[in-house]
Every structure is written in structure tokens, then in C-alpha cells.
């Protein structure tokens, strides 16, 4: 089984930053593609950033040029940092492991933008 667990989450004003942090444990016997997701209520999961295990990165173009992901290999973490945030960049944000076609997900971390 794998284990995802995201922070970093909270309240910040428009145009400011945050940092998401996720990290992935248990059985993982490869560096896996990780990423982020967001979800509104009634909406469905959005794809926000993913990057795999040789570092290519993918984004929504929402948030291109704003949104940057990295990752620790040797700590299975991903990061999430957000600049510029906007108030439409509301959302719970989800961290997830992929194997293959199997996505692990964490519990999700609430960034909410609003002055």
C-alpha cells in the first residue's frame, strides 16, 4: 500500500504565495509520477500539475507561468509552489502517487485566496 500526505494549505490574500508539500511512503520500489489535483464542490478534479520521476513537468494552463512543481526523489515529496494566486485558484488540493494507471491520493489540503 502507498500512503499520501499533503501540507502546506491555508488562507492567503490575492496575488501572494503558498507552498503545498506532499509526501509519498510505503510500498514504493520506484520514483513514481506525482502531482496535484484540484477539486470544487459539484466540479470535477482538475488536473493542476504533475511531474515525473525524470522531472518533466505538465501543468493546466490556469496556473502556467504562476504555478511551479519539483520534487525530492530521494524523499518520494513533491512540492506545489503558488505564486500570483488568484481568487479562483480556491480549491481543495490533492496530492497523488501514480503507478501505472493506479493513482494514490492523499486527503486533500485547502487553499483558499481572498482578501
Known amino acids: 500500500q502507498v500512503q499520501v500526505v499533503e501540507s502546506g494549505g491555508g488562507l492567503v490574500q490575492p496575488g501572494g504565495s503558498l507552498r503545498l508539500s506532499c509526501a509519498a511512503s510505503?510500498?514504493?520500489?520506484?520514483?513514481?509520477?506525482m502531482g496535484w489535483y484540484r477539486q470544487d464542490p459539484g466540479k470535477e478534479r482538475e488536473l493542476v500539475a504533475e511531474?515525473?520521476?525524470?522531472?518533466?513537468?505538465n501543468y493546466a494552463d490556469s496556473v502556467k507561468g504562476r504555478f511551479t512543481v519539483s520534487r525530492d526523489n530521494g524523499k518520494n515529496t513533491v512540492y506545489l509552489e503558488m505564486n500570483n494566486l488568484k481568487p479562483e485558484d480556491t480549491s481543495v488540493y490533492y496530492c497523488y502517487a501514480r503507478i501505472a494507471t493506479t493513482y494514490y491520493w492523499g486527503e486533500g489540503t485547502l487553499v483558499t485566496v481572498s482578501s
Open positions: 511531474i515525473t520521476s525524470g522531472g518533466s513537468t
Open positions: 510505503g510500498r514504493l520500489f520506484i520514483i513514481v509520477p
